[in-house]
């Protein structure tokens, strides 16, 4: 069974190229608070925003997920 990790590959991404949760909400068209709640469990996205979020960060699908 694959194991998701998105929420700490997210952090991790984030935060490596020295991106708030307020630029990257700006960066795709969501508040700072629903990137916070994505990053600690409470919201779920959905691909086409998971999506959204790894062209904005760089990285592949597989990069953020696994």
């Not at 194991?3 to 949760?21: V, Y």
């Not at 508040?31 to 904005?56: F, Q």
């Amino acid at each position: 069974m694959t194991k998701f990790n998105f929420q700490n590959n997210l952090i991790r991404e984030r935060s490596k190229r020295g991106i708030s949760q307020r630029e990257l909400g700006k960066m795709i068209g969501l508040s700072n608070g629903t990137i916070s709640k994505i990053e600690n469990g409470t919201r779920t996205p959905d691909l086409p925003l998971v999506e959204k979020i790894a062209s904005a960060l760089g990285v592949s699908l597989e990069e953020l997920l696994f």
